[in-house]
Structures are given as structure tokens and as C-alpha cells.
């Protein structure tokens, strides 16, 4: 029998000793005949290790770490919505403009505190004027036809050609006016007649009732809620005291002339007024319908005779 070297002397024995070990517990493992020995092989020195580059993997997994370097404090306008300037100071991101009002804060809420323009319009004043009938291309306004001793009588026109309108566009805060109505005489047209004038004393007017509703007037509140204005009041100079309303045509006259019977106005003298109106507020509009009446004298000539109807306004 030969003579064993022990292997406890041996360099790298740990070594060794590690790796008959888990031979030893796999052969334990495995059957009971023991295992021969591995032939001894001299242990080798660790390899020294060495810095290498990263590759994409390792430095996924294990990312570099950089120096940690102290960070100058952040001011605390910093938290607002402007710019940190070289100063250390904040300019803001946008500059309100040089002219208008700026509101910053609680001043900016509305309400209350809004941050206010002041605004402004004109009310213009305009004129007082009326409108009145007239005929076709300046032609007259025909009342019709009649016999000597009876009584014509027609409105201006037929509809609301023969309207009467005032308008008042003084926007006065107490407006008021009234309207007046003459008359000429009328004159037989026919060529070389001598035959006598109709005075204006036997022209009669009758201005009836307003028509429609006047602006400027009425209760209901109008577009966009808007307050109906102030009541005014209208006063017709003829609004038909008798029964049977404004002047008929052919009624024979004898001694009751027409204002007798319908509460129309003779317009020779002073000339009535046949429309008026009193506490009114701002723009108004008033329009009525007249009826001309003419008290044909028994000594009127047979022609065509022409007057002029006058109305004014102040």
C-alpha cells in the first residue's frame, strides 16, 4: 500500500474541499458504493477583476448614479405665473397694457368689486313737425260733388293717404304741442267767372277720434321687455259731440250748419285747434283722420272751386 500525501497541506484546499462535497452528497444521493477519487489538480489563483465598459443591459439594470450637487434655493415668487430674472427678481409672463384700468385680486370678482368702464350715449333731440294729405303729383285732393245749398264733405284721402300725423322727436322731458287747423276761401276755377268766393267760414272740420295707438302711448311693456312710456294725454278738437258722428254729404243745411249736428268747426277766424297734446314724456307720434266739410251757399256757381286746408303744429 502506498503512502497518501495528505491534502490538508495542499495550497487551495478550501477549494477542494467544497467541490468533494457536493460530489459526496450527489453520490449519497445516487448509490452507496462510494465514488473514486478525482484526480488532484492544482487550485488556480482568483482572476483579478477589472473595470469594463457598460453594456445596454447592465446599464438598464443598473443605471449611474451622479453626483449629488447642492441646488440654489428656488425664490418664492417662484410659485407665481412669472419669470425668475437675473436679478432674482419676477417679470411677469404678460404686461398688462399702459392705458385702462388693471384690477388685481378681490377687485376682479363681479360682483362685487368688478373692475368698472364707465360708458356713455346721446339721446339727440330732433324737430316738432306734421304731415298732411296731398293729392296725386301735387294735384288737389278731390272732395267730391254737390248741389248748390247742400253739404260736401270727404276725409283728406282714402285711407291712410288721408292721414293726419304729428310727430315729436323733441325727446323733451315735458312735451307737449298743439295742432291748428285754417282754411282760404275757396275760388271757382272756371275761367272768366265772376262768380263769388265759398268763405272759409262755411269750412267746416271735424278731426274725429286718434287713429290706431300713438307711440309714446300704451301700458304693455314692448320689445325686450322694454317699459311702455308714460302716458300722454290726447285731446281731438272734433271727436263728434253729435250723434250722427262726422259731417254726412248731402244733408240739406237750410239753418243748422254741419258743426251744429257733428261737432265740426268752422275755419274762418281763428283758426281751432284740432289736435292736442299734454304730459308727454320723450317721442310721441299722434295721427288722425280729418273730415272736410263745405256748407255749399245757395249762390254758389256751378265749376270746380279750390281751397287750401292748413294745418300747423307748435
Known amino acids: 500500500m502506498r503512502k497518501r500525501t495528505s491534502l490538508a ?8 474541499t467544497v467541490a468533494l462535497s ?14 473514486p477519487a478525482a484526480p488532484m489538480q492544482p487550485a488556480r489563483p482568483a482572476p483579478a477583476i477589472t473595470p469594463h465598459a457598460p453594456t445596454a443591459s447592465n446599464a438598464a439594470a443598473h443605471p449611474a448614479v451622479a453626483p449629488v450637487r447642492n441646488k440654489p434655493a428656488v425664490p418664492a415668487a417662484r ?11 419676477v417679470r411677469p409672463l404678460l404686461t398688462p397694457p399702459t392705458t385702462g384700468t388693471t384690477c388685481s385680486g378681490a377687485d376682479s370678482v363681479t360682483p362685487p368689486g368688478g373692475c368698472d368702464t364707465v360708458t356713455q350715449f346721446t339721446v339727440t333731440a330732433g324737430v316738432l313737425s306734421i304731415t298732411v294729405p296731398t293729392g296725386t303729383t301735387g294735384a288737389p285732393v278731390l272732395l267730391g260733388a254737390q248741389h248748390a245749398g247742400d253739404i260736401v264733405a270727404s276725409g283728406l284721402g282714402t285711407g291712410a293717404v288721408g292721414n293726419v300725423t304729428v ?16 282754411s282760404s276761401a275757396f275760388v271757382n276755377q272756371t275761367p272768366s267767372t ?7 267760414t262755411d269750412v267746416y272740420y271735424y278731426s274725429g277720434p286718434v287713429v290706431g295707438t300713438p307711440i309714446g302711448v300704451g301700458t304693455p311693456a314692448g320689445p325686450g321687455g322694454i317699459p311702455a312710456a308714460v302716458p300722454i294725454v290726447i285731446t281731438p278738437g ?7 258722428g262726422a259731417p254726412t ?37 299722434v ?17 270746380d272751386y279750390q281751397g287750401t286746408i292748413t294745418h300747423s303744429v307748435s
Open 238 to 244: 272734433q271727436s263728434g259731440t253729435g250723434a250722427t
Open 287 to 303: 295721427v288722425w283722420h280729418p273730415t272736410i266739410a263745405v256748407d255749399i251757399p245757395t249762390t254758389a256757381v256751378s265749376g
Open 194 to 200: 265772376t262768380a263769388p268766393d265759398i268763405p272759409a
Open 249 to 285: 254729404s248731402g244733408i240739406t243745411t237750410g239753418t243748422t250748419p254741419p258743426g251744429a249736428i257733428n261737432g265740426a268747426v268752422p275755419l274762418g277766424g281763428t283758426a281751432p285747434y284740432c289736435m292736442q297734446l299734454s304730459a308727454g314724456v320723450g317721442a310721441n307720434q
Open 22 to 35: 457536493v460530489a459526496t452528497a450527489g453520490l449519497a444521493a445516487a448509490s452507496p458504493v462510494p465514488a
Open 9 to 16: 497541506a495542499a495550497s487551495g484546499a478550501f477549494a477542494i
Open 167 to 182: 310727430t315729436d322727436d323733441r325727446a323733451s322731458l315735458a312735451a307737449s304741442w298743439n295742432a291748428t287747423v285754417n
Open 79 to 89: 410659485a407665481s405665473s412669472g419669470k425668475v430674472t437675473p436679478s432674482g427678481g
